[in-house]
C-alpha cells in the first residue's frame, strides 16, 4: 500500500470529519432557523467529501479497512486533523470565525487539487469546491456582519478571533507525508498557501472592521496526532455506537 | 474533453423514468440527471450514478431503488458511484425543471444570476405561487443541501429555489 498517500488521506478527511461533528453539535441549537440549517448543511457537506476520501483510502489499504472502521475505530492519536477544527461551539462568533478560517485554507487546498497528479483526489476536489464556495460566502459575509455590526457582535468575534488566529499556522507546516505529496505532484506546496492565505485572510478582517491579532502562533502538532483536550471528547460522543456495539449496522 | 451526455441504453429509459428522487418526487432520476451511463453488457445492467451533493443522504437511497426497479424487470445490476464529471445543475434536464416549478419549487437560474440573486439579492427569481420575481432571499442554505429559501414580498409565501451548481 502507498502508506503516504493513505496517511495524507486521513490528514485531508480528518479536518472535514470533527469540523463537521463540530457543527452537527448545533443541530436543533442554532441562533435562529437559517443559520441552524446553514450550519447543519455545510456539516452534511462536509461529510460527504469525508465519506470519498475515506472510501478512497480504504480502497487503497486493499478493503483491509472500510470508511467505517477509518472513521469510528482510530483513537487521539491516530487523527490527524488541525487542531483549530476541534475548537468548541463557544459562542456563534467562535462557530463562524472558526468557520471561515477553516474555509478560507479548504478553499485554496481544493483548489490545487483540482490539478493534482492524483486522479481520484482531483475528482473528490472538483466535486468538493463547489460546496466550499458556498460554505466561505456563509462564514465570510458573517464575519464581516459580526465585525461591523453592534459593539457587542464586534466584541465576541474580536475575543474569537483573539483565540483561533493562532491556531491558523498550523495548516502550512509541512510534515514529512505533506512533503513527499509535494514532491509527486500530489498535494500543494504549503509555503505557496500561506502566503496567498493570509493575505485573503487580512483583507476579509480588515474589511469586517477587525484587527490582526499580534498574539504569537499558539501550538501545533495536530497533524502529527498530538491534540486538544477537546479532541477526546468529540470521539468519545462520535465513535461511542461502534464502540458499544461493535460492527454494529444502521 | 470529457462528453457530458449521458450514455442510455433506450430500452432502459422506460425502467429508470419510473425511478425518483426521494427528497424531491417529481422528479426522476433522468431528470435529474444522475444517471451517467446505463447500458446492458452480459445481462447485467451497469450504472455510473454520480451525486448531486457529496453528503446527499438521497444518494443511498436511489442506488436501492434503482436496483429494485431493474430487479422487477428482470435484470441484475451493477450501480457504480462516480465523481467526475461532477454533477451540475446544467444537466437537470429542460422537463426536470418545468416540473421542479410546478411542484413549487423555483428551477436553478445560469450562474450569474443566481449569484445576482444569492449573493446581491436582486430580485429575480420567480415566485412559484403568484410568479411574481418581487422575491427576496432568507438563507442560502435551505431545507436541503441543493435549495435555499426565499420569500415572495407581493403574497408573502415562502418558497425553495433549486441552486444552481456548476
Ligand atoms: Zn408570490
Known amino acids: 500500500m502507498d502508506q503516504n498517500l493513505y496517511n495524507y488521506l486521513l490528514m485531508l478527511g480528518d479536518n472535514s470529519m470533527i469540523l463537521g461533528h463540530r457543527l452537527s453539535e448545533l443541530c436543533g441549537h442554532g441562533p435562529s432557523l437559517e443559520t441552524d440549517i446553514a450550519l447543519t448543511n455545510i456539516s452534511l457537506d462536509l461529510f460527504g467529501q469525508v465519506r470519498n476520501i475515506f472510501q478512497y483510502a480504504a480502497k487503497l489499504n486493499d478493503q483491509e479497512s472500510s470508511e467505517d472502521s477509518i472513521a469510528f475505530l482510530r483513537n487521539e492519536r491516530q487523527h490527524y486533523n488541525c487542531i483549530l477544527v476541534e475548537q468548541p461551539n463557544t459562542d456563534f462568533a467562535h462557530v463562524i470565525l472558526r468557520q471561515y478560517l477553516f474555509d478560507q485554507f479548504q478553499l485554496l487546498q481544493l483548489n490545487f487539487l483540482l490539478q493534482s497528479k492524483d486522479e481520484q483526489l482531483k475528482a473528490i476536489a472538483a466535486k468538493s469546491i463547489k460546496e466550499t464556495k458556498y460554505h466561505i460566502r456563509f462564514s465570510s459575509e458573517w464575519c464581516k456582519r459580526l465585525g461591523q455590526g453592534t459593539e457587542i457582535s464586534h466584541n465576541k468575534i474580536t475575543t474569537a478571533l483573539e483565540l483561533l488566529y493562532p491556531f491558523c499556522n498550523e495548516f502550512f507546516e509541512t510534515t514529512e507525508v505533506e512533503k513527499e505529496m509535494m514532491e509527486r505532484g500530489i498535494g500543494p506546496n504549503l509555503e505557496e498557501l500561506r502566503v496567498q492565505y493570509f493575505d485573503n485572510v487580512t483583507t476579509l478582517l480588515n474589511e469586517a472592521g477587525l484587527s490582526i491579532p499580534q498574539t504569537p502562533f499558539r501550538v501545533s502538532g495536530g497533524k502529527h496526532g498530538r491534540h486538544s483536550e477537546h479532541l477526546g471528547y468529540i470521539l468519545a460522543e462520535f465513535q461511542y455506537m461502534q464502540k458499544t456495539y461493535p460492527n454494529m449496522q444502521w | ?166
Not at chain 2, 440573486?117 to 411574481?132: F, N, P, Y
Open chain 2, 1 to 166: 474533453m470529457v462528453s457530458t451526455l449521458p450514455n442510455i441504453d433506450p430500452d432502459l429509459i422506460g425502467i429508470l423514468e419510473q425511478v425518483s428522487d426521494p427528497e424531491i418526487p417529481v422528479l426522476s432520476v433522468l431528470d435529474l440527471g444522475v444517471i451517467r451511463e446505463a447500458v446492458i453488457r452480459d445481462e447485467v445492467v451497469h450504472i455510473k450514478l454520480t451525486p448531486t451533493y457529496t453528503g446527499c443522504p438521497a444518494m443511498d437511497t436511489i442506488s436501492v431503488d434503482l436496483k429494485q426497479a431493474l430487479q422487477q424487470n428482470n435484470f441484475k445490476s451493477k450501480i457504480e458511484l462516480v465523481l467526475s464529471p461532477a454533477w451540475t445543475t446544467d444537466w437537470l434536464s429542460p422537463k426536470g425543471k418545468a416540473k421542479l416549478e410546478a411542484y413549487g419549487i423555483a428551477p436553478p437560474l445560469g450562474e450569474e444570476l443566481d449569484k445576482k440573486a444569492l449573493m446581491d439579492g436582486e430580485r429575480i427569481v420567480k415566485c412559484t405561487h403568484c410568479q411574481s420575481t418581487n422575491t427576496k432571499v432568507i438563507s442560502a442554505f435551505g431545507s436541503t443541501a441543493c435549495k435555499a429559501l426565499f420569500q415572495c414580498l407581493d403574497c408573502l409565501e415562502p418558497f425553495d429555489y433549486f441552486k444552481c451548481l456548476k
